[in-house]
């Protein structure tokens, strides 16, 4: 049952990260520079939003409407049609309150969709940033370390252009 889910879950990812952020999201070619990513590791790893402020990439918000209107029909109409022949009977005040609390649930649900959109881009930019800028050591294991000396040099006031120097020295010091 959990090899089910498993692969359930590596389709929807690779099905995401090949058709969706391309078709939503216009990225970069050009690399990122070393501040901005020690800027924007400190925010991911802090848990900020990052809409707008990451340098790179841009969404399209009619796009995304249009993906997640795609993905919503998909899950409501299953249960639509096999409810009809009861919510046809119901008196249509209660399907008044019931169509303004799914248009709630689907703003809300479009807002979570959205950030969930850009964590994913987010993420995958920094990683590719992070293997031109910090080639020798991987992101999972030392992107928390990063941040946290990024933050004691700007404490610091430590000069940008002193800054990769001093983030590589501490790196080295503490491995």
């Known amino acids: 049952m ?3 889910f498993s692969w359930i879950k590596t389709k929807i990812n690779n099905f995401t990260d ?3 952020i391309p078709y939503v999201f216009t990225l970069s070619d ?5 501040r901005d990513l020690l800027k924007t590791n400190k925010m991911y790893q802090d848990g900020l939003k990052l809409e707008g402020k990451i340098p790179g990439f841009r969404l399209s918000t009619g796009r995304s409407f249009l993906v997640f209107i795609g993905i919503w029909n998909l899950i409501i109409l299953p249960f639509a049609i096999a ?3 009861f919510l046809a009977k119901i008196d249509c005040h209660l399907l008044i309150i019931m169509a303004i609390l799914f248009t709630g649930m ?4 479009y807002a979570l969709y959205k950030e969930y959109l850009i964590d994913t881009v987010a993420l995958k930019i920094i990683k590719n940033a992070w293997e031109n800028h910090f080639p020798h050591f991987d992101y999972d294991l030392h992107s928390k370390e990063v941040a946290k000396i ?3 040099a700007l404490d610091k006031e430590i000069p940008h252009k002193n800054m ?3 983030i590589l020295d501490k790196l080295v010091e503490n491995k």
């Open 2 to 4: 959990f090899r089910i």
């Open 18 to 20: 090949e058709k969706i």
């Open 30 to 34: 050009g690399p990122m520079l070393f």
């Open 83 to 85: 409810f009809h022949p």
């Open 106 to 109: 689907f703003f809300a649900t």
């Open 150 to 152: 990024y933050s004691e």
């Open 164 to 166: 990769q120097l001093y």
